[in-house]
């Protein structure tokens, strides 16, 4: 995908008002994404789920480029590295939303205690028709019921380490 096509379907999408589009471009293309920005700059533009460290969220916010910030907790450097992109954000005015956020503990948590962090994305993983009750996921995350999720206020962000899951390391 290149910036002209990007900015041609986004132009396309513009009378449906959408919140926002989520990694219009490949990774790393801060310049195609600046661009991009400069061609359509109506409609949000969201991304940051393969990006890694606070470093690249701020050169994004600097160069006016992204409206929503979307690391990944598991990529970008772990919960506290998401606090410091979030931080990045709230001082430009942006919101942070974690990519696949509710699917772990640690983004739950993290979408429900930051104020600018609106809404938590919960990703499927499974085929379609799949209950969200038997959707994968690590013990202790609790499923939405009506598109609606709330974190476990148990210790340790609720996860919940089972004996199976135990085993020894291998030398």
Not at 73 to 93: D, F, H, P, Q
Not at 117 to 127: G, H, V
């Amino acid at each position: 995908i290149n910036v002209e096509y990007a900015a041609r379907v986004m132009e396309r999408l513009l009378p449906y008002r959408l919140r926002w589009i989520e990694e219009p471009l490949l990774n790393y293309d801060i310049d195609g994404l600046a661009a991009l920005k400069r061609a359509v700059p109506t409609l949000p533009i969201a991304t940051g789920e393969g990006h890694f460290g606070r470093n690249v969220f701020l050169e994004m916010v600097e160069r006016q480029c992204v409206d929503v910030l979307q690391p990944d907790l598991r990529v970008c450097g772990g919960l506290s590295e998401a606090l410091k992109i979030y931080a990045i954000g709230e001082a430009a005015g942006r919101a942070t939303i974690p990519h696949s956020g509710a699917d772990n503990p640690f983004g739950l948590h993290f979408s429900a205690a930051m104020p600018e962090s609106p809404i938590a994305e919960y990703w499927l993983a499974s085929d379609p028709g799949i209950p969200l009750a038997e959707h994968p996921h690590i013990p202790g995350t609790p499923t939405p019921v009506d598109g609606r999720v709330t974190p476990s206020d148990a210790p340790g962000f609720g996860l919940e380490i089972r004996a199976q899951d135990l085993v020894p390391w291998p030398a």
